[in-house]
């Protein structure tokens, strides 16, 4: 099971590799505007200013099916185990990683609750993702003592492998 594990997360990385390089080159360098404006001496370019665009904020969020392959990975770690769960436990304070390491399968299973809550078009910000993963492990039975900062952890590892 070791050397699935690996495999899938060796083929995640390399797929994370060439695929989020590309994608950024596709995001639109800045807004424009191309009227002309006349006097008398020359002709002048305006410029249009964070002002004159309004009140439009969109947060930079990572897309849905790339945070689905990190809670895939996260489900796998918290599921088997491992060195590699101490990415998400260095996170937690001591009860709440005793928490996790005796109640894997509870959180392995809110998890997998929470992958199919995610939209693989949509973007997620890390504090969203965080949230839909602690409503999934209260859904899955966790105390909400233990679930937002499991949650809080797990959101905080995804990112990261991501």
Same mark, same amino acid.
């Not at 390491?101 to 969203?128: C, P, V």
């Given at each position: 099971?070791?050397?699935?594990?690996?495999?899938?997360?060796?083929?995640?990385?390399?797929?994370?590799?060439?695929?989020?390089?590309?994608?950024?080159?596709?995001?639109?360098?800045?807004?424009?505007? #191309? &009227? %002309?404006?006349?006097?008398?001496?020359? !002709?002048?370019?305006?410029?249009?200013?964070?002002? =004159?665009?309004? /009140?439009?904020?969109?947060?930079?969020?990572?897309?849905?099916?790339?945070?689905?392959?990190?809670?895939?990975?996260?489900?796998?770690?918290?599921?088997?185990?491992?060195?590699?769960?101490?990415?998400?436990?260095?996170?937690?304070?001591?009860?709440?990683?005793?928490?996790?390491? #005796? &109640? %894997?399968?509870?959180?392995?299973?809110? !998890?997998?609750?929470?992958?199919?809550?995610?939209? =693989?078009?949509? /973007?997620?910000?890390?504090?969203?993702?965080?949230?839909?993963?602690?409503?999934?492990?209260?859904?899955?039975?966790?105390?909400?003592?233990?679930?937002?900062?499991?949650?809080?952890?797990?959101?905080?590892?995804?990112?990261?492998?991501?």
């Amino acid at each position: 099971m070791s050397r699935k594990f690996l495999a899938c997360l060796l083929v995640f990385s390399l797929l994370v590799t060439f695929t989020l390089p590309s994608a950024s080159l596709a995001a639109p360098k800045s807004q424009q505007s #191309n &009227n %002309s404006v006349v006097t008398e001496e020359y !002709i002048q370019n305006s410029v249009t200013t964070d002002d =004159e665009i309004g /009140d439009e904020v969109e947060a930079a969020g990572k897309t849905g099916w790339l945070i689905k392959m990190g809670l895939e990975v996260a489900e796998q770690i918290v599921r088997y185990g491992g060195s590699a769960l101490s990415k998400i436990t260095k996170y937690l304070d001591a009860d709440t990683a005793k928490y996790l390491k #005796n &109640n %894997s399968s509870k959180i392995a299973k809110g !998890i997998a609750d929470a992958q199919k809550k995610i939209n =693989e078009l949509e /973007d997620y910000t890390q504090s969203r993702l965080s949230a839909i993963l602690q409503q999934s492990l209260s859904n899955m039975g966790v105390p909400k003592s233990y679930a937002v900062p499991i949650g809080d952890a797990i959101a905080a590892a995804v990112m990261f492998l991501i």
